[in-house]
Nanobody, 124 residues
Framework: VQLQASGGGLVPAGGSLRLSCAVSGWRVSSVSLAWFRQAPGKEREFVARLKKDGSTFYSNDSVRGRFTISRDYAKNTAYLQMNGLTPEDTAVYYC??????????????????WGQGTQVTVSS
C-alpha cells in the first residue's frame, strides 16, 4: 500500500488549495482516510477523516467550515479542499489510510499507512 500526497504550495492568506492523495494497493472506497498536519515546532495533529461509509469528521469548527475531505473512486484518490487559508494553516500535510472501518484518530496513528507529506505555506 502506498499513498502519494501532492498539491501543496505557497498561497496568500484567504487563498485555496486542494491536496490530493493517490492511493495504490487499497481501494479508497474500502478504507478510512484522513489528513493530518504538522506545523513547525509542533506535534502532528489531526485535521479531517472520512469513514468508509462516507461520514466525515473535522478537528474543530474552524476547519469544518473551511476544509472538505472527499474521495474519488475512479481516480482512487482522496482530497482535502482548503479554502480561506490563514498563516496558522501553514504546515506539512499528510494523508493516511487504514483498513479499520470507522477508524479513530489514534487508530490512524497506530495502524495507518502514511504518505510522504506535502508542504502548505500561507503568507500573511
Amino acid at each position: 500500500v502506498q499513498l502519494q500526497a501532492s498539491g501543496g504550495g505557497l498561497v496568500p492568506a484567504g487563498g485555496s488549495l486542494r491536496l490530493s492523495c493517490a492511493v495504490s494497493g487499497w481501494r479508497v472506497s474500502s478504507v478510512s482516510l484522513a489528513w493530518f498536519r504538522q506545523a513547525p515546532g509542533k506535534e502532528r495533529e489531526f485535521v479531517a477523516r472520512l469513514k468508509k461509509d462516507g461520514s466525515t469528521f473535522y478537528s474543530n469548527d474552524s476547519v469544518r467550515g473551511r476544509f472538505t475531505i472527499s474521495r474519488d473512486y475512479a481516480k482512487n484518490t482522496a482530497y482535502l479542499q482548503m479554502n480561506g487559508l490563514t498563516p496558522e494553516d501553514t504546515a506539512v500535510y499528510y494523508c493516511a489510510a487504514t483498513s479499520i472501518a470507522g477508524a479513530t484518530v489514534s487508530q490512524f496513528e497506530r495502524f495507518g499507512r502514511w504518505g510522504q507529506g506535502t508542504q502548505v505555506t500561507v503568507s500573511s
